[in-house]
């Protein structure tokens, strides 16, 4: 199993920043792609940002620009910067792992329990 804990999430206003973290652990053999996710109340959750093992990135449209994600493979971690939040980026942020496993090898999705993110006008 992989275990995603997640932190940095929390309340700030419009135009700050915010910088989450979530670290994988757990038999890890590899991880694919880690990200970041998102699900306002009364919406379905949507990706933010996802970065490949290799320099690839990717971004939802509402947030180029402004969100910066980055892993560190050694640390199995993956970070996501936040600037010039506004109030519509509020919402529960989680953090996505397609990972394999020493148990079974096989590629699957993981997710983290998710952290608030708020910010005011």
């Known amino acids: 199993q992989v275990q995603l804990v997640e932190s940095g999430g929390g309340l700030v206003q419009a135009g700050g920043s915010l910088r989450l973290s979530c670290a994988a652990s757990?038999?890890?053999?590899?991880?694919?792609?880690m990200g970041w996710y998102r699900q306002a109340p009364g919406k379905q959750r949507e990706l933010v940002a996802a970065?490949?093992?290799?320099?690839?990135?990717n971004y939802a449209d509402s947030v180029k620009g402004r969100f910066t994600i980055a892993r560190d493979n050694a640390k199995k971690t993956v970070y996501l910067q936040m600037n010039s939040l506004k109030p519509e980026d509020t919402a529960v942020y989680y953090c996505?792992?397609?990972?394999?496993?020493?148990?079974?090898?096989?590629?699957?999705?993981?997710w983290g329990q998710g952290t608030q993110v708020t910010v005011s006008s």
């Open positions: 970065a490949t093992s290799g320099v690839s990135t």
């Open positions: 996505n792992a397609e990972a394999r496993t020493y148990s079974d090898y096989q590629l699957r999705n993981y």
């Open positions: 757990g038999s890890i053999l590899s991880i694919n792609v």
